[in-house]
């Protein structure tokens, strides 16, 4: 069955510092991948995805994510995190076939001043 | 314009009541769904539906009865309310209902059963 994992259930940097956001997942096709980014008492919004093509890919707000096959990871950076960087954090594949997207756990990041 | 929207944005409610959920959304979508997120933050897919017809059902109870009487709307009604059904609800829609299309969520409905 398809699953995605995020390891880190809570995560604390300072204001500017880098971030790194773990995510892995289960898949036996080739996945589409998102992350999501979830604002207090907001709706989820997009991120960035990886259908195919560069590995690397660029989002909105700074965000960029790598994604390595061999490791089955997608995991999102970004290189100065700030104060409103602070959210809760979702990674997702979108299962072909089934047509839907199933999600990780969530990563809450808090940004220390 | 919001693009997907959902009322009301609060729900409090006594167990055993019954109560619906609404959604929208102007985005010209053909594919909206139901989530449910936990108090754990876990979100999982209740249903989708596709220019008003069920595609997806993932083993809602069937106190749970999704309604779309056009592709731009979405209702949620939920029979005799339990404890458990206390979540956050979050409709989303999508152009299409494949895999590597970006899901547009609305702020989602806090439920609360007492």
């Known amino acids: 069955a398809q699953s995605v994992t995020q390891p880190d259930i809570h995560i604390t940097v300072s204001e500017g510092a880098s971030l790194e956001l773990r995510c892995n997942y289960s898949?036996?096709?080739?996945?589409?991948l998102f992350w999501y980014v979830q604002s207090p008492g907001q709706g989820l919004q997009l991120l960035l995805k990886y259908f195919s093509g560069d590995t690397l890919v660029q989002g909105i707000k700074g965000f960029e994510a790598e994604f390595k096959r061999s490791q089955s990871s997608f995991n999102l950076r970004k290189p100065s995190v700030h104060w409103s960087d602070a959210a809760e954090y979702f990674c997702?594949?979108?299962?072909?076939?089934?047509?839907?997207?199933?999600f990780g756990q969530g990563t809450r990041l808090t940004i220390n001043p | 314009d919001t693009a997907v929207s959902q009322t009301p944005k609060y729900l409090v409610t006594q167990m055993g009541n019954d109560k619906s959920i609404k959604c929208e959304q102007n985005l010209g979508h053909d594919t909206m769904y139901w989530y449910k997120q936990d108090s754990k933050k876990f979100l999982k897919i209740m249903f989708s539906?596709?220019?008003?017809?069920?595609?997806i059902n993932e083993t809602v109870p069937n106190r749970f009865s999704p309604k779309s009487p056009d592709k731009a709307h979405l209702n949620l009604h939920i029979n005799s309310l339990e404890l458990g059904d206390s979540a956050v609800y979050f409709c989303a829609s999508s152009p299409t209902p494949t895999a590597n299309t970006e899901a547009f969520f609305g702020q989602g409905t806090r439920l609360t059963v007492v």
């Open positions: 898949y036996g096709a080739t996945p589409y």
């Open positions: 997702a594949v979108g299962v072909q076939g089934a047509q839907k997207l199933v």
């Open positions: 539906y596709n220019n008003k017809e069920l595609i």
